[in-house]
């Protein structure tokens, strides 16, 4: 079940992938709101940067959360390439993004204590979803292995079309993308500053760009999941999946986190859990 | 006489010794002593059994019980004389009408001379009564350690009312002896005895301090689980009504499903009122005013897993009936429900509360779905839990007397300034909703279960949502313990040695568990399915060792502090650039000093308790009605 060769790619290529299309992001971006933009290595100057930088901290503990942050960030999405158990991936990703608050909390900050609240509201809001999203994979192979999952031959879309929808839906907390930038966005502008992340500086943020870029590939290879029983349909999902949320990004204003919650849990419900309701009971007729 | 009868004997009598022999102690020192080696003792033979009796399957103790049985009658009528005592003493009539209806149904089963009335083997063992053995016997123990610690503590804090030490251990010991004779007992009127003296014990415990709050309380307490009571009696007494043995749990458990879904109906509602399921949870919050070890031990590994015990032994006759999924249901939203309203809580111990009505809800969906992998998982729950939350309790209660408040916003930076409580207060909590420990793989297992049975897709859905909440409340108390306060002082101290060991056990518990929790599985839990479904449920191999590799991680993480790094600067935390002090004192728009303040989300609009109590009171009484329903016009079967 486990292969550890696809572990070890992940480990490897995700971070370049995943600085590469945060800086395929920032030009795309730049061209909807009439900018040139940045080059696309610029992520990685970024964060090389980062690395550089004296390291400030406001206490000593940081440092703990934010190094188990980005090894249960990479663990998950190892986890996940490596054919494992997809409800394991979520938990493990929930352990990440636990580390992650509990950081931001110890920084006894204002901003990043706010920011903490509302990443703990994204991630209930999100949860569920995800959950729901693995949930429906199994009922319609059977299966909670990603190995059994990607190895399915129908394309699992056609079966979980409202699911499908839920997860993009999600997606946009996942990417930290308007109108659900509410924790944290990656612009330093927002009523609470750079949110969950304020107090974090130098190394510390650069290791938390990182397990980010990790995350987002292991989120694009749960898009794939969908069309795993064709290359290159999925392929072509992926891309036109994070065009659509850079669309929605660019046209919508951040949203209150009630909205947030309310209309993230209405759509696992409506969409997902109904949507697995139905495949549910025709499976067993 | 064999051993394992020798042992099972000594487990239910023991305590009672103990208990005989807090009467007459006068000194500390004393009962220190007494105190302590009576729970060595009770731990230890707890670990006999399990050890001399783990693969030996099922053993039934047949002897003359009449004996036994008039004076099981004779203790159930004191019983009855001091509840009718204090209900006359206090004029509750509510309780006074109970009981009476109650010992009304005790006179009809003891007068029916039907030959069902004498069960052959009274008494038994199996792999499931051995882990609520152990579960009562370690974690009471360490409870009751605990308690010779915090009970002096208590009584110098509360000068007011008058040392009633003595009295509150041997509560304490009657309702350890209760509990075991509980877990070994095949025959329903035995079950029903120590039932009824784990009510009157909790009545007492709760209502312990006397005050007007406690009183109040202890009855709520006692008029729900007298109502339990007489479903239980009641029970009882139709099962009288029916072929020879059908007071043996043995036998009704094989006898076919027709014949007893009325007392399984019963029986499942008797269980909701002691596993304080909704409608009944709010004698479960009440129950917050006792000393916060009967808490531990309410919580924990007496009384509520009583109820879930109950209702897991009758899983067998629910599955696959109406009777099973409308209990489902009942856990179900309970579990939801209670998740909800403890968002919205601010104190710790209501907090606490609030999760564990949630978890035993999800064990009563999972025995009320009753597949071998639902029990599997239920098992494991009311194992991991027990754990948790007592350790959870024994750590409030020790930072309750250290701060003099329960309110989780006056635990702000509690690492600094109680960092080794703190620390392990984190590991509690931890425990309870973080992957790769105890509570979450046993959610794990429970969507397993749930997905596979018939229907269970409801119940994975309120699951998974249920799950989101409790992560929510769970995250934001351990936030809070953790935040750095530069200045704060370490008012730790000295900790009372006797609340140390039992803090530090129970910590190690929770961690040692989650390693060797597949060793539980196939030594204790899968003997007993296979023994009582024909079939076992496990995670796979490959599963376990992952969760192994990320609790080692946890474990190392720690360490990473240790590591070599480069020199860094500590700087205070961001203000807008709002001119600040170190300890967080700045300079308002009026040029007044104001201290920064932060405080956690309560989400009281939505969570609020009054509204969702009654969402779950409707909700909850409605499939208790339907379960009934469907339990007397025989449509209980799918």
């Keep these: ?285 | 006489m064999d051993i394992s009868v020798q042992l099972l004997l000594f487990l239910i009598l023991f305590p009672l010794i103990t208990a005989l022999f807090m009467l007459a102690v006068r000194r500390d020192t004393d009962r220190n002593w007494i105190v302590k080696l009576s729970a060595l003792a009770i731990g230890a033979v707890t670990v006999l059994l399990l050890v001399t009796q783990f693969d030996k399957g099922t053993l039934y103790y047949g002897f003359n019980a009449e004996p036994v049985n008039l004076l099981m009658f004779v203790l159930e009528m004191v019983i009855t004389v001091i509840i009718l005592g204090f209900a006359i003493k206090f004029r509750n009539y509510l309780v006074i009408a109970l009981t009476l209806i109650e010992t009304a149904l005790i006179f009809w089963f003891e007068s029916a001379a039907t030959p069902s009335v004498a069960v052959k083997s009274p008494l038994f063992i199996d792999q499931f009564s051995i882990i609520m053995a152990l579960i009562v016997g370690i974690i009471g123990s360490l409870i009751c350690v605990y308690s010779l610690g915090y009970m002096r503590h208590f009584y110098q804090h509360h000068t007011g009312i008058p040392d009633r030490t003595n009295t509150f251990f041997i509560f304490i010991f009657v309702f350890i002896s209760a509990m075991f004779g509980l877990v070994f007992s095949n025959s329903l009127i035995w079950v029903f005895f120590f039932w009824e003296v784990t009510t009157l014990c909790s009545f007492l415990l709760i209502g312990f301090t006397k005050t007007e709050e406690a009183t109040k309380n202890a009855f709520t307490a006692l008029w729900m689980n007298l109502l339990g009571g007489i479903a239980f009696a009641a029970a009882i007494v139709y099962l009288t009504y029916q072929p020879a043995g059908m007071l043996g749990l043995d036998q009704i458990l094989v006898s076919g499903k027709v014949l007893v879904l009325i007392p399984a109906a019963l029986i499942g509602f008797a269980g909701l009122t002691k596993a304080a399921q909704m409608p009944f949870s709010s004698w479960l919050v009440g129950a917050m005013v006792a000393p916060t070890p009967v808490s531990a031990l309410l919580h924990s590994s007496t009384m509520v897993k009583a109820g879930v015990y109950i209702l897991v032994r009758f899983a067998p006759v629910f599955q696959g009936t109406v009777i099973g999924y409308t209990l489902a249901f009942v856990g179900a939203f309970t579990f939801l429900i209670a998740s909800g309203i403890a968002i919205s809580q601010s104190n710790a111990k209501r907090v606490l509360a609030y999760s564990t009505i949630a978890n035993l809800g999800l064990v009563v969906a999972c025995a009320g779905i009753g597949t071998a992998e639902a029990i599997w998982a239920a098992i494991l729950l009311i194992i991991f839990h027990a754990i948790s939350k007592s350790l959870m309790f024994l750590c409030v209660g020790t930072v309750e007397h250290r701060i003099k408040s329960r309110e989780i916003e006056d635990m702000n930076g509690l690492i600094v300034r109680l960092p080794r409580i703190a620390a392990i207060m984190a590991i509690g909590i931890a425990g309870m909703f973080l992957a790769p420990f105890g509570m979450l793989i046993s959610k794990w297992a429970a969507i397993q279960a749930f997905i596979n049975a018939p229907f269970g897709l409801v119940f994975v859905v309120i699951l998974i949502f249920g799950s989101a909440l409790t992560l929510f409340f769970w995250a934001k108390w351990l936030g809070k313990l953790l935040v750095i306060i530069p200045d704060a002082e370490n008012v730790e101290g000295l900790v009372d040695t006797n609340e140390w060991i039992a803090l530090v056990s129970l910590a190690g518990l929770t961690v040692i568990t989650c390693f060797i929790f597949p060793v539980i599985s196939s030594m204790l839990i899968e003997p007993f399915l296979l023994a009582n479904y024909g079939s076992v449920a496990l995670l796979s191999q490959d599963n376990v060792l992952i969760m192994v590799m990320m609790l080692f991680l946890l474990v190392l993480l720690p360490l990473s502090i240790l590591l070599p790094h480069r020199k860094h600067r500590t700087l205070p935390p961001y203000m807008g650039g709002v001119p600040a002090t170190p300890d967080m004192h700045f300079q308002n728009a009026l040029g007044a000093k104001t201290e920064m303040k932060l405080s956690n989300y309560y989400v009281s609009p939505w969570f609020g308790e009054a509204k969702l109590a009654m969402t779950g009171i409707c909700l909850c009484t409605f499939f208790i009605v339907l379960m009934f329903g469907a339990a007397v016009f025989g449509g209980g079967i799918l």
């Design chain 1, 1 to 285: 079940m486990i292969s550890l060769l696809w572990a070890v790619v992940y480990i490897l290529l995700a971070p370049v992938i995943g600085g590469l299309v945060a800086g395929i992001d920032r030009k795309v971006t730049a061209h909807m709101q009439g900018r040139v933009g940045p080059s696309i290595f610029q992520p990685f100057y970024d964060v090389g940067k980062l690395f550089e930088k004296e390291g400030a901290v406001v206490n000593e503990t940081q440092r703990f959360y934010v190094i188990s942050y980005f090894v249960f960030a990479i663990f998950a999405g190892a986890l996940f390439f490596a054919g494992g158990n997809l409800l394991l991936v979520v938990f493990a990703l929930t352990l990440a993004e636990v580390f992650l608050v509990l950081g931001a909390y110890t920084a006894n900050s204002p901003y990043s204590h706010i920011g903490a609240e509302r990443e703990l509201i994204q991630i209930m809001a999100y949860e569920p979803m995800l959950l729901l999203a693995a949930v429906g994979m199994y009922v319609a192979t059977n299966s909670f292995n990603v190995s059994d999952i990607a190895g399915f031959p129908t394309l699992l879309v056609l079966l979980l079309p409202g699911v499908f929808l839920g997860f993009v839906y999600i997606l946009t907390i996942k990417l930290r993308k308007s109108p659900f930038d509410i924790s944290t966005s990656h612009h330093a502008h927002q009523e609470i500053v750079k949110g969950v992340m304020t107090e974090f500086s130098g190394p510390n943020l650069g290791f938390i760009e990182v397990a980010h870029w990790y995350e987002v590939i292991l989120m694009l290879g749960f898009v794939f999941l969908f069309f795993a029983a064709s290359w290159i349909l999925g392929i072509i999902a992926i891309i036109i999946v994070y065009l659509l949320e850079l669309a929605i990004d660019n046209t919508n204003a951040r949203v209150k986190w009630q909205l947030a919650m309310k209309s993230s849990w209405a759509v696992a419900l409506i969409l997902g859990a109904g949507n697995i309701a139905i495949l549910y009971f025709l499976g067993r007729i």
